[in-house]
């Protein structure tokens, strides 16, 4: 792991601060993503950082810090265990991981070990030279290949542009022109990657809380591949078995290629020339290498740069078969041949690992190979704090051996596609695999979209292209946390499956988060539903109600999980403990068992990075989410025993129950009672301000008059009313976060309003740290009263009225006035939300108050600007709505704002 520091870029800054803001802008963003300019605030002597940050993160002032690049640099392994493109004696490798150079400017280059994650938004643009000797340029043809370069790649050969590929876990797959490379030392691969993503169009689209961390990159393996100039190009391999499990059939669709110009000026072009070139397909036994099936040679004619298809069946008695138990594996070669004489030369030869089993939906379960099983299984997600999403080998075999050893016999890969190594391993290692593509969370607005079902449908061919030969593959899925009860996702998801259902045979599902009203899990070979951290009891009611509503299909838990405090060992008397995470799936695995569905996955094998902080982490990295079974560095937890000794059928342990007592927000209490003896206090023992107070509020006209004619507010006062009603409003804010801290929908409502994820960083940390938390909400609050104040000058100009600086701002003070009457209600605003009932009534009490003090404040500004109080309302109300409809077509257009609170209503509805 390595840090790009962007410290001397602060060179550039001119010392006049006033100036900070254009000035260190374009040197800044062109090199870095807005990240957060503090860390997580744990005590009130740092509650000033928390204030800068939260003023200017959201205004566009960059952050200054350092991009953290996870390096792996490991070479692309070879040989049988190779997860693509076997090397064999017709075809080879020429690996490009190892050193590259890089640039975010295209003026300052570093080196950086490829494969590699860049925890960077942005483009960056890598450089690599490369040597060809004179017998493989001439003889030879060559296609790039990388498992995942996130997410839009254009790829250059010598300056040459030879292809752009979309979606960073598929694979580039690019055929090279014979005229981009050259003899010798002077070959260079130059690919620009972007992976900044859109909220309306890119697949995945934009990131919210729960979902991966965007790297940037070039994540995984690539390499050239050299072959000869008459080649196959892809082998299609479907291994069926039928019912009585006796015969198995090798359905091969190979598609081959040439770049033989048709004059015999090599020694290929010659052997072509003197014999009719055959292809033929050969089933081998993995273990012994003994060929057990082969097709007759069927002869070919290869046109130049054309696919040229030809497909091949082989049969076999009695294959031996794939299963968790017994992973047995063969693999089928395609051959391109040449008979001369008595003699057979390989032209060239493609190496496929491939199983026989029978995977099948039966009475409303799976069977495997005629047998009931039962799917107990995780969910793994493609990250690890040294590598990033650019996992090494040894990282990779590790944890499926853990997966493997914790007894689970299925994993899902959640998200997207997983490198190929992993489903190699899954092969080998035996673990059924449900794969599936990046579409997470998509509202149905977007879904709905032509553009998007495209990209859904061409990413589903690559990802089933690329996996399709694979026995540990038993499921494709098109999506996951859509809202099911929508007709615009039935539109979507029927037509994705469609589209997978035409390449493959395998069982096709999507994750649903709605358990009523759901309308499309019925169109699909699984039912498949994702649980939140429900009580047992309440998991077990969704289910049933779920199997209900799903008779005819075998119904699948894609997710269920329960987060927890990395270091907390408090007992599960603590809800966020080790010992509560592993008491819940103690009682859930057990509700699972008794409901009889037919598969379920822990969420998640171990914890993993997102993109967004998450507001239910009291504290340590908000965003590493801890939902594992391991830790974000593969540390067994309590629930990693508890979990293997239910998936092994053994007897559990007792957990500690511990000490545990919920602790109470005194903080609310403390700021709201000051505010409420400041004001009485000031209204029982100093005059002028109780008749201040009453004039204002009873008298509005006659008090704003006054203020315009004799200056009759004093200042002191005023500044005093300021703070009392920043409190005020600062408790009710905290409150309303205090109570909604860790509900998932709020959290993701949060997140899409804030865009910023340093500012929801210190909005979160405010918000488990209430008392400097009110404080930083108080004094943002506070720089209200300025702003509307500037806003009434610059207005002034327009009536051609002298307003005074001290004028504008007691009307905007003095006009929220009735907010102070909020503040016993502030107090205990959190209690009161705890009560489904009381949150309308108490968010349209604060309503009617903020709207009621913005019509004293228009008021007070028709007297101050001597106009008709009908103009001031109109104008005040246009120009508020104008205000608010700038805002709301900013987050629409970039944002996709409507789409997703829509998206979120759907999915609260339907959770009730």
């Known amino acids: 792991m390595i840090f790009v520091d962007f410290r001397p870029f602060l060179y550039y800054i001119p010392a006049n601060v006033s100036r900070v803001g254009k000035s260190i802008r374009p040197v800044l963003l062109a090199h870095y993503p807005r990240r957060e300019l503090i860390r997580k605030s744990q005590s ?32 692309t392994l070879i040989g049988s265990d190779a997860s693509m493109h076997i090397d064999n004696q017709s075809r080879r490798k020429i690996d490009l991981a190892g050193t590259w150079t890089y640039s975010m400017d295209n003026e300052t280059w570093k080196e950086v070990k490829v494969p590699g994650s860049f925890d960077y938004k942005g483009r960056i643009t890598f450089v690599r030279k490369f040597t060809l000797d004179k017998t493989t340029l001439t003889s030879s043809a060559f296609h790039l290949v990388g498992f995942g370069i996130n997410h839009d790649a254009e790829i250059y050969i010598n300056d040459l542009f030879v292809g752009r590929h979309v979606g960073g876990y598929t694979t580039v797959d690019i055929d090279l022109p014979e005229n981009a490379l050259q003899l010798g030392s002077e070959n260079a691969i130059k690919i620009i990657v972007n992976n900044n993503l859109s909220a309306w169009s890119t697949l995945p689209l934009r990131q919210q809380i729960w979902g991966w961390r965007d790297y940037g990159g070039i994540l995984r393996d690539i390499y050239l591949l050299v072959t000869p100039k008459l080649w196959i190009d892809r082998l299609g391999v479907d291994a069926n078995l039928s019912a009585d499990l006796t015969l198995g059939t090798v359905n091969v669709v190979g598609v081959l290629n040439s770049k033989l110009s048709g004059i015999p000026d090599d020694t290929l072009s010659a052997l072509i020339g003197s014999a009719q ?19 007759p040679p069927q002869p070919v004619n290869v046109p130049p740069n054309r696919d040229y298809e030809m497909k091949v069946a082989v049969a076999m008695k009695s294959p031996r078969l794939w299963s968790p138990e017994s992973p047995d594996l063969y693999i089928v070669r395609g051959k391109l041949t040449v008979q001369q004489g008595k003699q057979v030369k390989v032209i060239d030869e493609f190496d496929c690992v491939t199983g026989f089993r029978r995977f099948e939906s039966d009475n409303n379960g799976f069977a495997l190979n005629g ?43 959640a998200f997207h596609p997983p490198h190929p190594y992993v489903l190699n391993l899954c092969d080998r290692y035996g673990l059924l695999a449900f794969v599936e593509i990046p579409a997470r969370s998509v509202p149905g607005e977007i879904l709905d979209q032509e553009h998007f079902k495209l990209l859904a449908e061409a990413m589903m061919g690559e990802v089933i292209e690329r996996d399709q030969h694979r026995p540990s593959v038993v499921a494709w899925g098109v ?55 429900e009580a047992p009891g309440s998991l077990k009611s969704s289910i049933l109600t779920w199997k209900e509503a799903h008779p005819e299909q075998p119904v699948v838990i894609l997710a269920y999980g329960k987060t927890v405090e990395p270091e907390n060992r408090n007992g599960w008397s603590d809800p966020m403990s080790q010992e509560a995470q592993a008491e819940y799936f103690k009682k859930a695995i057990s509700v699972i068992k008794e409901a009889g569905v037919a598969g379920s996955f822990i969420d998640a094998f171990a914890d993993w990075r997102g993109d967004r902080p998450l507001m239910a982490i009291s ?3 908000r965003y590493v989410y801890p939902l594992g079974l391991l830790s ?76 315009r004619d004799v200056h009759t507010v004093s200042i002191p006062q005023t500044f005093v009313l300021a703070a009392t009603v920043s409190v005020t409003l600062g408790v009710i804010l905290s409150g309303i976060l205090y109570r909604f801290k860790t509900e998932t929908l709020a959290d993701y409502l949060l997140t899409t309003l804030v865009v910023s994820d340093g500012t929801k960083e210190s909005l979160i940390t405010a918000t488990w740290h209430p008392f400097p938390g009110i404080l930083l909400f108080s004094l943002v609050l506070l720089l209200w009263y300025p702003a509307v104040a500037l806003l009434i000058r610059l207005l002034a100009l327009l009536v051609k009225r002298r307003v005074y600086w001290y004028h504008a701002f007691a009307v905007a003070v003095w006009g929220s006035l009735p907010i102070v009457l909020l503040s016993p209600v502030a107090m205990a605003f959190f209690k009161l939300l705890e009560s489904t009932l009381n949150v309308l009534l108490a968010f349209a009490l604060v309503a009617v108050f903020l709207i009621w003090s913005l019509l004293r404040t228009l ?18 109300i246009l120009l508020v709505l104008v205000f608010l409809g700038g805002v709301f077509l900013y987050y629409e257009s970039t944002y996709a704002l409507s789409a997703y609170i829509e998206f979120f209503f759907h999915i609260g509805r339907s959770l009730g």
């Open 44 to 75: 009130f002597s740092r509650i000033l950082p928390l204030v800068f940050a939260f003023l200017c993160l959201n205004t566009g002032f960059p952050a200054l810090g350092q991009v953290t690049i996870y390096e792996n640099g490991q070479p």
């Open 277 to 295: 070139p055959s292809f033929v397909v050969e089933v081998v036994d993995r273990s012994t290498g003994a060929v057990v099936g082969q097709s």
């Open 371 to 413: 047998k009931s099983v039962i799917l107990r299984g995780v969910v793994w997600h493609e990250d690890a704090p040294r590598f990033g999403a650019s996992l090494s080998y040894e990282q990779m075999e590790k944890d499926i051996t853990l997966i493997k050893t914790l007894g689970a016999n299925a994993v899902r890969f």
């Open 479 to 533: 999506g996951d946390g859509f809202d099911s009860a929508d007709p615009r996702t039935c539109s979507f998801v029927e037509r994705i499956a469609a589209a997978a259902r035409k390449l493959d045979h395998r069982l096709v599902y999507f994750g649903s988060c709605v358990v009523s009203n759901d309308r499309c899990a019925g169109t699909m070979d699984i039912a498949a539903v994702r649980f939140s951290a």
């Open 619 to 621: 504290a340590g990295d």
């Open 632 to 707: 974000y560095s593969r540390e067994k937890r309590a629930s990693f025993e508890m979990v293997k000794l239910l998936y092994n059928g053994e007897k559990t342990n007792a957990l500690p129950i511990g000490r545990y007592r919920a602790s109470f927000p005194v903080a609310h209490i403390i700021w709201g009672f000051g505010v409420i003896f400041v004001v009485a206090y000031l209204y029982h023992y100093n005059r002028r301000f109780n008749e201040t107070f009453k004039r204002a509020l009873l008298r509005s006209y006659n008090f704003y008059a006054d203020l």
């Open 859 to 876: 008021k007070g500004v028709s007297v101050i600007y001597d106009v008709s109080p009908l103009k001031a309302y109109a104008g005040g």
